[in-house]
């Protein structure tokens, strides 16, 4: 990827961040987003958001994964500097969210109503580290933007549903995206994380969170239950298809060689 098209996302998440904050418009931005759903309906985003969940996340990745050695080591690596962030922020700066400050009669929440530890938003920190390790690996234009596209509905859906400020998305976008430009650039340093063992413990954890999706994972929004369950679905009925087809293939390279 040309460096300008690497840096251009967390740049722009971080530069509104501190107009933002310059602005001082976290609340009034907040209220607009989250009037959002008075027009299009609440339906579309428990589904958005439940894609920066982290199990959800991985599974989408995992049919890629399992073909891209390459990309499940990308993921475990970035995955530790999302983590660290995400849960090392949240304590620290212990930010409140919407729920806990505003009347609840003037805004709309959608699903659990979190009160605490709001900075940043751990939902969009996973989907940019997955949109990111996506465009890191895919060299196609429309998976670039598809990736993003996605990853922004799911990080805006964060205020629509009321428990994430606009600073706390940004910031999560940026860092979700560091992540796995961090995670990408480890992984083509230290390839032993490619090898066959490795790639295939990672594999198993990612049909893991499919086979939780599957069984009914509490994410938090029970609407999104029915998409939670097709992705835990196509994940694994993909994997399968993948695990036998390697087995004909070697049949066939037994009876070739008799």
Known sequence: MKHTRLWLPPGIALVLAGLLWAGDANVTLFRLINGISAVTGTAPWPLLTILGDTAVAIAVLTPLALRRPDLAWAIALGAIPATLMVHGFKPFFEVPRPPAVLDAASFTVIGPAHRSNAFPSGHTTTAFLAAGLLCLHCRSRVVWLSALALAALAGLSRAVVGVHWPMDILVGAAGGWLSAVVGASLAARWAW????????????????CAIALLAGLKTGYLTAMPLQRAIGSVVILDSLVVWLRGIGDRGSGIGDRG
Do not use: K, S
């Open 193 to 208: 994380g490619q090898r066959p063992g490795v790639h295939a413990v990672l594999v198993v954890v990612g049909l893991g």
